[in-house]
């Protein structure tokens, strides 16, 4: 299972902290992490300046070039119109993200059951 973690305005925005929660969640229960975005260079700095050691860096996947049983179990994304065309089964987008760090658990406890 992996899930998919936009740079710009999502791991690079306003709610970092929380997905870089959310992230680190995921990773504890198994998932692996990788960090995509239109531009490589975006995603290989993320990983990079987030320390994230076990995260791959990589462009995004779209659904038209990837075979459905490829698809990330999960991606988080700030632009909701990314839905339609990006390779995951599943979209967190960073507006639904709760501000309080304290909230962010449940959240993920929550998608994790309605999975």
Not at 24 to 52: C, T
Not at 65 to 93: C, H, M, R
Request: proline share 3%; charged share 30%; aromatic share 12%.
């Amino acid at each position: 299972m992996i899930i998919a973690c936009d740079v710009k305005g999502t791991l690079e925005g306003p709610k970092k902290k929380q997905v870089l929660r959310i992230l680190d969640i995921f990773e504890k229960i198994g998932y692996s992490v990788v960090v995509w975005s239109s531009v490589y260079s975006y995603a290989r700095d993320a990983v990079k300046s987030n320390k994230m050691t076990t995260a791959k860096a990589q462009e995004k996947a779209d659904i038209w070039n990837t075979p459905k049983e490829s698809f990330y179990s999960f991606a988080v994304e700030d632009d909701v119109g990314q839905g339609k065309w990006l390779a995951a089964n599943k979209f967190i987008y960073v507006k639904d993200i709760p501000e309080e760090m304290t909230s962010v658990d449940l959240f993920v406890k929550e998608l994790l059951e309605g999975q």
